[in-house]
């Protein structure tokens, strides 16, 4: 499974997070794309990345254990 694809089964904040800075949008503009405060950008990017991160660690190992 792609990132973007693992991303989508994320809350739809921490996706559409990720999705913008992937695209290269700088905090200031997340934060407004998403109407959120600025100073909640890095925070919010952390979290997604650890659910990312945690889905990702799911998925390889269902992958590994032929579910």
Known sequence: MDRE???A???????AALKLRDRG???DAIA?????EPQAVRSL???AEQKLAALQSITAS????GR
């Open 45 to 47: 990017l952390q979290l």
């Open 5 to 7: 694809t693992e991303a």
């Open 9 to 15: 089964q994320l809350p739809q904040l921490h996706a």
């Open 32 to 36: 407004a794309t998403l109407g959120i």
């Open 62 to 65: 269902s992958a590994r254990s």
């Open 25 to 27: 949008l700088q905090d």
